[in-house]
């Protein structure tokens, strides 16, 4: 059955690419619980196959906004890093059961939580180029199962202080490209069918309407009640995976 059938689908996944969106609009961190929540109500398979979708169309967006300010060098360790971390992600997928995928997001989204709760200071010495390979595979191995790899990658790119518009640019252009090489893992595990292709196409326009709403919002808004919500969400949903993939074994 086509998820757009059921109403269930619509009410979590509506909010879930908007959330996405604001990601994107610069309320960083946002669209870490889009897979999350979808995976509440679809197989963590489906759920992170729409995401993919919409992703790949929300990146376009992104970075035509930073046509190249990106670090060159950066990109040149964390891209292939990352591709060697989704290669990894896709094998986990593969042979991996559903209960024990379900508890790997939860694991991971409850990962982000600490991370984001954590104080934590910045190295002031830049990392180096191995430091980026490790941290730029665990951020694709993390971007594929959930499409959730920005924890690990800021332990690699903050201490480089970057430029904010190089910065912006390196995330946008990092992400854009793992989501891009996602597409054949996606197809070769049966993940990426028609059904699932137009649900998330039809879900685009709210992702849009979220980029616009993040950078409305950053400008006008305390967005400390945003994110004590936000972490609610990270919680919950993480908790939730964590005893539905444990309840499954």
């Keep these: ?3 757009a059938a059921d109403p269930w689908f619509w ?7 908007l959330l996405s969106g604001l990601s994107k ?3 960083g961190g946002a669209g870490a619980t889009a897979t999350p929540l979808l995976a509440l109500v679809l197989p963590p398979g489906q759920a992170a196959a ?3 979708v919409v992703l790949c169309v929300l990146d376009i967006f992104g970075i035509r906004a930073y046509l190249w300010r990106w670090d060159r060098h950066v990109l040149s360790v964390i891209v292939p890093a990352g591709l060697v971390g989704c290669a990894v992600g896709a094998v986990t997928f593969r042979y991996a059961d559903e209960n024990w995928i379900r508890i790997l997001i939860g694991v991971i989204v409850l990962g982000y939580l600490a991370w984001s709760l954590y104080p934590r200071k910045i190295a002031s010495g830049k990392p180096s180029d191995a430091a980026g390979w490790l941290w730029g595979a ?6 594929f199962i959930t499409h959730s790899g920005s924890p690990p990658l800021m332990v690699y790119l903050l201490p480089q202080r970057l430029e904010k518009d190089v910065f912006i640019a390196t995330c946008l252009v990092y992400f854009a490209a793992m989501n891009y090489a996602k597409i054949l893992p996606y197809l070769w595990l049966g993940l990426l069918d028609l059904r699932s292709a137009g649900a998330a196409l039809a879900l685009v326009p709210a992702g849009v309407a979220g980029i616009y709403l993040g950078m409305w919002l950053q400008r006008r808004v305390d967005v ?3 994110y004590r919500m936000l972490y609610f969400l990270f919680f919950f949903t993480g ?3 964590l005893y539905d993939g444990v309840a499954g074994l």
């Design 239 to 241: 908790a939730k995976l």
């Design 224 to 226: 400390r009640w945003f």
């Design 11 to 17: 009410a979590v996944a509506l909010p879930a690419v």
């Design 138 to 143: 665990v951020s694709g191995f993390a971007s």
């Design 25 to 27: 609009g610069g309320l």
């Design 50 to 52: 729409i995401m993919l």
């Design 1 to 3: 059955m086509s998820p």
